[in-house]
């Protein structure tokens, strides 16, 4: 400061201390763009590490999978078990798409009313049960699937005597739903700015109503992107179903028969002794995942031309 | 602040002072103050708001002015621990303990915020019916009237009346705070509330906007709470002085006309605020 003061040329300080920083950062720079290199050749590494198994599956995935989905057969026919005569005689696996779209829906039917609007109680409420009820949330969120299934087992199959059906299986579904869509619907609606809340109260606008039309329109987006993210993950799970559906060998959209789905086929045809359904199951595995690929990237498209439209 | 700015501000503050005297009041405050858990945030509020006149609450931050606007028109009624003691009347009926449900107060008493908040899913014509349909009112040719009203009063009309279907988030800051505006005045409010409606705005939308305020006050009382001390002498014809106190809650200083706050005040505190002593 002093120094300053003294030479009395603010300029020519000032020019002085820029020359200084130029050549302090000047001598620095080949060291700090070594380092920069290495950080780039290290993340590459780390890319291709977690990138190579993702690509070995996919290529295996359509390898073996393609030729199964390309007959026509594969969606139209219901599964045949092979003989020595026939060992190729696999049929096809309508039962198990239809049911597993038929178990999604009844699923989002049942979770998506009851998932939202305790997500927005959640979310705007600051009381004990809210409280109990976002813990009961995240704990179920974090449980191992095949306890819904158990759930649904004695509670839908048994007690209810409802029977193996699509049913019990789209309430086990449901029940995994649940969970994400509430968490997600909390957030979404958590999002929405206060600002909004207030500008709506003080217009005259009842409580209720500030919920219904200011705040859930403005949550939308995040709301639907949760429900397809839940219908996605529900979708590829066997564990609820396994227990429950009665992996029928009939195709019908009715809750009380039962049903299969892609998931149950691929671990009951991996099981089998004859190959060719051994082989079946990658046509099922494309399947699915090109169901729940088609969901998200609907969901993707779906909220940023949602946002685009704000 | 220098001189020659200084006695500009005070030459707005003359000019108003031709204001006719102040009539009836549209609201009373009567001691009023606000606590937060217990915790006072600001009190001993007593003035009357005149009808059809522009009154600002001004001070530094944290002297209470928003917290004083807010109980207005019970804004804290959701925040938790807040607690409004003394009297609000509106037309002399007592708006936290009289007949007058807080849906209705809403109604008569809008609010205007500090940053524009239009409701970013609804059209620029949803938004300024928004009030309306929120209590019930459906009947289009009605909607539409009132659409078109506000927005006019709002000085928004010409410049929106093509594109009344657009989302409101199309329109600058300038313009979505003039719809809130109109959103507002679709109630047909008796009261405006304006919570620096200006500070987030660039000056010309701000001069829009108080020229606005200045034509609006034929058909309702506003209150506007400013940090900026030449708008106040700009626009108002009343003025009250808050600050805040020892204890970190504020309280009011000072009531009167703005001409006399500005130029002829009594307390020493209010002269060094608005000589841009401190604040």
């Known amino acids: 400061m002093s120094d300053i003061i003294e030479l009395q040329h603010p300029q020519q300080v000032g020019h002085e201390m820029r020359a200084e920083i130029r050549r302090i950062s000047e001598r620095g720079r080949g060291r700090r763009q070594l380092r920069s290199r290495i950080m780039v050749a290290l993340c590459s590494v780390a890319l291709a590490i977690t990138s190579v198994p993702l690509l070995l599956l996919l290529y295996q995935l359509f390898q073996r999978g393609l030729p199964v989905v390309l007959h026509p057969s594969f969606y139209t026919q219901l599964p045949q078990t092979p003989s020595l005569v026939a060992p190729n005689a696999t049929g096809g696996v309508s039962n198990a798409i239809l049911g597993s779209l038929v178990l999604s829906v009844y699923a989002a039917v049942m979770a998506i009313p009851v998932g939202v609007m305790v997500g927005v109680y959640l979310a705007e409420s600051d009381s ?42 789209s309430f086990a579904l449901a029940v995994l739903m649940l969970p994400v869509i509430v968490i997600s619907s909390e957030i979404a609606v958590r999002g929405v700015p206060n600002t909004l809340r207030e500008a709506g109260l003080a217009l005259g606008a009842k409580p209720h109503k500030v919920s219904m039309r200011i705040v859930l329109p403005a949550a939308v987006t995040g709301i639907v992107t949760g429900i397809i993210l839940a219908i996605s993950r529900a979708i590829g799970e066997t564990a609820p179903v396994l227990l429950v559906i009665g992996g029928g060998y009939i195709n019908s959209w009715k809750p009380l028969d039962p049903v299969s789905a892609l998931p149950l086929s691929i671990y009951e045809n991996a099981k089998s002794q004859w ?32 946002q685009q439209a704000r | 602040m220098d001189q020659e700015f200084m006695a500009q501000v005070k030459m707005d503050a003359v000019e108003k002072s031709k204001a006719p005297d102040r009539g009836t009041a549209a609201m009373q405050l009567k001691n009023v103050a606000v606590s937060f858990h217990g915790r006072t945030a600001v009190r001993n509020c007593t003035f009357d708001i005149s009808k059809n006149r522009v009154t600002s609450l001004i001070g530094p931050s944290g002297s209470g002015k928003t917290t004083l606007l807010r109980a207005l028109n019970r804004l804290h009624d959701l925040t938790p621990g807040a607690k409004v003691t003394g009297q609000i009347l509106l037309e002399g009926e007592d708006i936290y303990r009289g007949d007058i449900t807080v849906t209705e107060l809403r109604s008569r008493v809008g609010m205007v915020f500090q940053r524009p908040n239009p409701f970013p899913t609804m059209s620029i014509y949803d938004n300024a019916v928004s009030g309306l349909r929120f209590n019930g009112i459906k009947k289009k040719s009605i909607l539409d009237e009132a659409a078109e009203t506000s927005l006019r009063s709002a000085a928004l009309w010409d410049s929106v009346q093509s594109r009344l279907k657009v989302a409101a988030s199309n329109l ?23 919570d620096e409606p200006t ?20 058909r309702v009382t506003v209150v506007i709470v400013t940090h900026n001390m030449q708008q106040a002498a700009r626009i108002s014809d009343d003025c009250a002085f808050l600050l805040m106190g020892e204890d970190r809650a504020g309280e009011l200083i000072e009531f009167d006309t703005t001409e006399k706050i500005f130029n002829n005040p009594i307390d020493p505190r209010t002269l060094d605020y608005t000589l841009g002593r401190f604040g």
């Open chain 2, 172 to 194: 600058s800051g300038g313009e979505q705070q003039r719809l809130c505006i109109a959103r507002a005045l679709a109630m047909d409010p008796e009261v405006l509330l304006m």
């Open chain 1, 128 to 169: 004990k049960l809210a409280a109990m009820l976002r813990i009961i949330s995240q704990t179920m969120a974090g449980a191992p699937s095949i306890l819904m299934g158990l759930f649904a087992f004695s509670f839908v199959v048994r007690a209810l005597h409802v029977g193996y059906t699509a049913l019990a299986g």
């Open chain 2, 199 to 218: 500070s987030a705005l660039d000056p010309i939308a701000t001069l829009r906007i108080e020229e606005l305020m200045t034509t609006l006050k034929q």
């Open chain 1, 275 to 306: 190959p060719s359904l051994r082989t079946q199951v990658w046509g099922i595995a494309l399947v699915l995942v090109v169901f729940v690929f088609v969901l998200s990237l609907s969901a993707r498209i779906w909220a940023s031309r949602k």
